[in-house]
């Protein structure tokens, strides 16, 4: 069945990187764009961006233009999403989604 | 960008009885193809979102029908009859004209 399954929880300290992983199985990996959710503690769900998976062109939403990252490996039939310089902000669970398919979602805690 | 308005952002319903949430849109989610983008979903806690209801009126694959949704090009109602314990947790509209944005959530509990 499809299914995209991400990288486990992070503990990063600000100013550091941090890259997930997002495995898509069950499916063509280049038929669909990957999108990207940011859920923050307590939070709704926000719309990072997403990339297009035949020609790796990202697109970015307003608030994710500096610092955020997405690529792929397609022969992996895995996308990426990497974060610059984290801030205490960044603190949240990441989700990549193939609508209306979604990952189990990635922790990301950022803390000195 | 297209802001979706959700109430009540918390319902408290005794199981079996019914409950109904509101999305309104900041304009209209009617496609030039004619497709209404709203789409209903259901995040249990610790899960990722689960999609219940696409283009608006649509049951997705494996949820029961006791889900249903209506509205017009702006105003949207998702519809959970005899409401049951798996039926908990937040339930968010969204859209994917021009580029995705979700409501603030709804949170169902039980009685």
């Known amino acids: 069945q499809i299914q995209l399954v991400q990288s486990g929880p992070e503990l990063k300290k600000p100013g550091e990187s941090v890259k997930i992983s997002c495995k898509a199985s069950?499916?063509?990996?280049?038929?669909?764009?990957m999108n990207w959710v940011k859920q923050a503690p307590g939070n709704g769900l926000k719309w990072m961006g997403w990339?297009?998976?035949?020609?790796?062109?990202?697109t970015y939403a307003d608030d994710f233009k500096q610092r955020f990252v997405f690529s792929l490996e397609t022969s992996a039939s895995t996308a990426y999403l990497q974060i610059n310089n984290l801030n205490i902000e960044d603190t949240a669970t990441y989700f990549c989604t193939r609508f209306p398919v979604w990952g189990q979602g990635a922790s990301v805690t950022v803390s000195s | 960008d297209i802001v979706l308005t959700q109430a009540p952002l918390s319902v408290s319903v005794t199981p079996g009885e019914s409950a109904s949430i509101s999305c309104r849109s900041s304009?209209?989610?009617?496609?030039?193809?004619?497709?209404?983008?709203l789409y209903w979903y259901l995040q249990r806690p610790g899960k990722s979102p689960q999609l219940l209801i696409y283009?608006?009126?649509n049951l997705a694959s494996g949820v029961p029908d006791r889900f249903s949704s209506s509205g017009s090009e702006t105003d949207f109602t998702l519809k959970i009859s005899k409401v049951e314990t798996e039926d908990v947790g937040v339930y968010y509209c969204?859209?994917?004209?021009?580029?995705?944005?979700f409501g603030a959530g709804t949170k169902l509990e039980l009685k």
């Open positions: 283009q608006m009126s």
């Open positions: 304009k209209s989610l009617l496609s030039s193809k004619g497709i209404t983008s």
């Open positions: 069950g499916y063509t990996f280049t038929d669909y764009a």
């Open positions: 969204g859209h994917r004209l021009e580029y995705p944005t």
């Open positions: 990339i297009n998976t035949q020609t790796g062109k990202p």
